[in-house]
């Protein structure tokens, strides 16, 4: 059987970012209800290097951002807000950084040439900041996969910052939220959305988010 019919980096690649944090999480998650008068006792050092892991974990889609900002909301309250937007912005950087190692410009010569993915490409270049800004203002949109797109696609890292923290704003506002409401750390990991509120908001934010790639992909050039 030849296993690259079947097989390919970018499908490999896109199984890894979607099914990993789904395992690393339940095992976050395991962790946090075991340990959670332990983690009650964190001082700010701690919660520093707590972050810098983080960043590295997000990064290597070991963990789904979203997770940290309940569990960080839970133990922080609002004072999760600013740690939380430096460790995404740090994760999409080093991303990006990394990528720009390997071979960039072949990537988006392809997007370019190839006529199946050349008119897509072409709306997204006109439309950077936005397609970024809808990409990440939805919950469901996974975050690793996407700072992989922004990176191979050739997408200016300015946009890529700027876009990427307008959008993650309101989704780490709303899971902070539901972190800081919530009464016990077990109710919160099983049911994170538990209440009629977070849910509504979660559905306006995929809702307008759904809305506004339409509008920057549909648009001609």
């Known amino acids: 059987m030849n296993l690259k019919k079947y097989v390919s980096v970018p499908s490999f690649s896109a199984f890894f970012l979607t099914v990993a944090p789904l395992i690393t999480s339940s095992l976050a998650a395991d962790w946090l209800r075991q ?20 960043v590295f974990a997000v990064a290597l889609a070991l963990i789904p951002p979203t997770l940290l900002a309940l569990g960080f909301g839970y133990f922080l309250g609002w004072a999760a807000v600013f740690p939380l937007v430096l460790l995404n912005m740090a ?16 990537w988006r010569t392809y997007f370019q040439n190839n006529k199946r993915t050349a008119p897509f ?11 970024i800004f809808f990409t990440k203002l939805s919950p469901v949109l996974p975050f690793a996969l996407t700072n992989l797109l922004f990176a191979v696609s050739g997408i ?7 876009g990427g923290f307008c959008g993650m704003i309101p989704r780490t506002l709303l899971a902070v939220w539901v972190g800081k409401e919530a009464r016990e750390i077990r109710q919160l990991l099983d049911n994170p959305n538990e209440s009629i509120g977070s849910r509504v908001v979660i559905v306006v934010l995929v809702a307008f988010s759904v809305w506004g790639l339409f509008r920057v992909l549909s648009k001609r050039s």
Not at 35 to 54: G, S, Y
Not at 156 to 162: E, Y
């Open 156 to 162: 200016r890292f300015r946009n890529v910052l700027l």
């Open 121 to 131: 490409f072409e709306r997204i270049y006109q439309n950077e900041f936005l397609f």
């Open 35 to 54: 340990n959670e008068q332990m983690v009650q006792l964190f001082t700010r050092n701690d919660w520093i290097l707590m972050t810098l892991l983080c």
């Open 91 to 106: 994760a999409i950087g080093l991303v990006y950084g990394a990528i720009q190692w390997t071979d960039t410009h072949r």
